[in-house]
């Protein structure tokens, strides 16, 4: 069983940068791929990245290049850093974990998810 209770969202101007972490209880979580993901009011809960154990990474095309996720097994923490932040990242974002180590884009893969950050962007 795993916990995972989300922090550092805001609100920032365009451009900015924001940088959200992720503390998970539980001894397994350093065996467990964690994932971002974000949802915009009337849209779709959405991949943004995900690493597996090995911190290997994985990004969604529309923040590639400006995202970067980072895990941290000895804490059972991971991190999202948001650089040259955009209007359209606004949104609630979540963390995830997926017991499979797949760090896949599909939200069905994680069983076990936070509560959300709110990520504000203004123009």
């Known amino acids: 069983q795993v916990q995972l209770v989300e922090s550092g969202g805001g609100l920032v101007q365009a451009g900015g940068s924001l940088r959200l972490s992720c503390a998970a209880s539980?001894?397994?979580?350093?065996?467990?791929?964690v994932g971002w993901f974000r949802q915009a009011p009337g849209k779709e809960r959405q991949f943004v990245a995900a690493?597996?154990?090995?911190?290997?990474?994985y990004y969604a095309s529309s923040v590639q290049g400006r995202f970067t996720i980072t895990r941290d097994n000895a804490k059972n923490t991971a991190s999202l850093q948001m650089n040259s932040l955009k209007p359209e990242d606004t949104a609630v974002y979540y963390c995830?974990?997926?017991?499979?180590?797949?760090?896949?884009?599909?939200?069905?893969?994680?069983?076990?998810w936070g509560q959300g950050t709110q990520v504000t962007v203004s123009s």
């Open positions: 539980g001894s397994t979580f350093s065996s467990y791929a």
């Open positions: 690493a597996q154990s090995s911190g290997r990474a």
């Open positions: 995830a974990a997926d017991g499979n180590d797949c760090a896949s884009y599909a939200i069905q893969e994680y069983s076990y």
